[in-house]
């Protein structure tokens, strides 16, 4: 292997990104506090738009800062403010027999990472993929999936429209 | 890079999104569990992207994330529907289709 198949300053970046977005989201599903759980999710969605970068996304990554960090974030501290007043603690969260929960995910994981080591065992990536432009994206978008394109502005428009019958006060 | 360190990231981030689903009771936790479980699958989806050497891998996780934003609009509005009813947002209260 040659020493410059192996990217030393990406790996670094995405131990860090990585270990930031475990922790991060182990909080989310722990903590306490919804507003809490609201903040650390801010922190594992960012962790993942730097993923994307280093997987030569950047208009996937701004795509998520903005869909997810600046307009779904903003909806779930609304959805917190609006039906719980209280910011502090809540002892109620969890669900009393949640516990079972801990080995169908130890489970799963388990499952998950043999299937994988198996499957795609010292499989490496591209080293000097060009990074994928927002022109490339768009080809795609209003090419050949135009259709599916079509179908999400519609089911976005009724989730609006369903969203505002739902919520509205008569 | 190898291939695995991202698809593994993106299996622990599944677990812990469907951890959180099954333990929590609260409405906007759960949803908040699910957002998790959808970008574990965009991770996924544009690691076999960059393998592959193609750009359909962010179609469609463009498509997710416009999906995900759907799903926790009106998610919310049907916790807030939920609130306003019954002063909670308990899961385990809406529980008038037992027998």
């Not at chain 2, 308990?90 to 008038?96: A, F, I, K, T, V």
């Amino acid at each position: 292997m040659l020493a410059s198949d192996v990217l030393v300053a990406q790996n670094v970046g995405f131990a860090i990104i990585a270990a930031i977005m475990v922790i991060g989201a182990l909080r989310v599903v722990t903590t306490k506090n919804v507003v809490h759980a609201a903040l650390w999710l801010v922190v594992v969605l960012a962790g993942a738009a730097a993923q994307y970068v280093l997987l030569a996304a950047e208009f996937v990554a701004i795509t998520q800062i903005m869909v997810y960090i600046g307009a779904v974030m903003v909806l779930f501290l609304f959805g917190t403010m609006l039906t719980r007043a209280r910011i502090g603690a809540e002892q109620d969260l969890n669900n009393k027999n949640g516990i079972i929960g801990l080995p169908i995910a130890v489970l799963l994981l388990a499952t998950m990472l043999i299937a994988l080591n198996d499957g795609f065992k010292s499989e490496k990536l591209p080293v000097d993929a060009p990074v994928v432009t927002t022109q490339q994206v768009s080809d795609q978008i209003f090419g050949p999936y135009l259709l599916p394109f079509w179908a999400l502005s519609f089911v976005l428009l009724a989730a609006a429209i369903g969203a505002i019958v739902l919520a509205r006060r008569d | 890079m190898l291939l695995n360190q991202f698809l593994m990231l993106g299996a622990v981030l599944f677990c812990i999104g469907v951890y959180g689903v099954i333990v929590r009771k609260n409405a906007v936790l759960v949803l908040m569990s699910i957002e998790l479980i959808l970008n574990s699958v965009n991770i996924n989806l544009l690691a076999f992207s960059l393998r592959n050497n193609s750009v359909d891998g962010h179609t469609f996780a463009l498509y997710v994330i416009a999906v995900a934003a759907a799903e926790v609009g009106v998610g919310l509005a049907m916790v807030l529907l939920m609130y306003r009813n019954r002063r909670s947002v308990g899961l385990d209260e809406l529980s008038e289709m037992k027998g």
